[in-house]
C-alpha cells in the first residue's frame, strides 16, 4: 500500500509496525522521508495534516480510552470528555490525563484506540453510574458488545459496582435519553416498558405502570411541523385513557430528579391503583 494511503487509513500518523501490517515497505518509507513525510520521532511517520495530539499518543505509546474513546466508536455520551483518558505501560499521567493501566484486548490496529471492550470496561470502572452505562448500552444495542463479555471480565468486589451498572443495561432504547430516563424511573421501582406500539398513536418511547406515556425529544429547537405532529399524538393517546408527559434533553440530563418528581407526583395522584387503557 502507498505510505499516504497507508498513514490516512491510520488517521494521518503510524508507527513502522502498523504501517508494515498494511503493506509498506521499509524502502517505501524511506523514500517518503527524503521526499519530505515528517518523522516527529524514531519509526514514527506523520502526514503534514496529523492531529498533533494524535501524534502525542503515539510519541507517549498512549491509546485513548474510555469516555475520550467514544466519539471515536461513537457511543452515546452524556457529557463532552475533559480530561483526556489514556492507557499506557509506563510513565505517570500528565496534568491533563486520566490515567488507565491495564488493558485485555489488542488495540486497534491502526488507531491509537483502545479496543472497544477495553474502552467498556475502563467506562464502567471510571465514570458516574449513568454516564458508563449509556456508553455500554449503545454497544449492546448495536449488536457490538455483550453483557456477559464485560461481566466476565469484571470479576471480584473491585469490580462490584461495575458488574451493578450492567444490571441495569436494556436492549432496545434508541438514544441516550431513553437510556437514562428509563433508568431513572425503574431504579425509583416505577414499572417501565420501552417502545411500546399503541395502536392508532404508533411507538411510543416510555410507558410506565402500563397507563402513563412519557415522551423524549432531544432537540433544541423544535420544527412547527414536527411540534404539531407530536401533539396531535399527544391528543390521540389521551383520547384513548393514556396521561402523557413529555420531556427534552435539558431534564432528562440536567435535572433528572425533578423529571422522576414529577412522575411520581402523577402516578401517586391516580392512587397508584389505576388500569390500564383498553
Not at 503510524?14 to 520521532?41: E, H, I, N, T, Y
Not at 483526556?84 to 499521567?93: D, K, L, N, P, T
Not at 416505577?190 to 399503541?198: L, M, R, S
Not at 395522584?269 to 387503557?277: D, F
Request: glycine share 8%; charged share 20%; hydrophobic share 45%.
Amino acid at each position: 500500500m502507498e505510505v499516504t494511503r497507508a498513514l490516512t487509513l491510520c488517521g494521518g500518523v503510524a508507527r513502522r509496525p502498523a504501517l508494515a501490517k498494511l503493506g509498506v515497505s521499509d524502502a517505501a518509507l524511506r523514500r517518503a522521508v527524503r521526499a519530505g513525510l515528517p518523522q516527529p520521532a524514531r519509526g514514527l511517520y506523520a502526514l503534514p495534516s496529523a492531529a498533533p495530539a494524535d501524534v502525542a499518543l503515539l510519541l507517549r505509546r498512549q491509546v485513548l480510552t474510555c469516555i475520550s474513546a467514544a466519539p471515536f466508536y461513537g457511543l452515546w455520551a452524556v457529557t463532552p470528555a475533559g480530561l483526556r483518558h489514556v492507557c499506557y505501560q509506563r510513565g505517570i499521567a500528565a496534568e491533563d490525563e486520566v490515567a488507565h493501566r491495564e488493558l485485555i484486548l489488542p488495540p486497534h490496529p491502526h488507531r491509537p484506540v483502545a479496543a472497544l471492550g477495553d474502552v467498556l470496561i475502563h467506562a464502567l470502572r471510571c465514570l458516574p453510574p449513568r454516564e458508563s452505562l449509556v456508553m455500554v448500552e449503545c454497544a449492546v444495542q448495536r449488536g457490538d458488545m455483550s453483557v456477559q463479555f464485560l461481566q466476565e471480565r469484571l470479576p471480584g468486589r473491585r469490580n462490584g459496582k461495575a458488574r451493578q451498572v450492567l444490571g441495569w443495561v436494556d436492549r432496545g432504547a434508541e438514544s441516550l435519553l431513553e437510556t437514562l430516563a428509563r433508568t431513572t424511573f425503574r431504579q425509583a421501582g416505577i414499572h417501565v416498558d420501552a417502545q411500546v406500539y399503541i395502536e392508532g398513536v404508533g411507538y411510543v418511547d416510555l410507558l410506565l405502570e402500563g397507563w402513563l406515556v412519557v415522551e423524549l425529544d432531544g432537540r433544541q429547537h423544535g420544527e412547527w411541523a414536527q411540534v404539531r405532529k407530536d401533539h396531535q399524538r399527544n391528543n390521540r393517546s389521551v383520547v384513548q385513557g393514556y396521561t402523557v408527559l413529555r420531556y427534552y434533553y435539558a431534564d432528562v440530563v440536567h435535572r433528572p430528579e425533578q423529571m422522576l418528581a414529577e412522575v411520581l407526583a402523577v402516578l401517586s395522584g391516580a392512587g397508584g391503583a389505576r388500569q390500564a387503557p383498553r
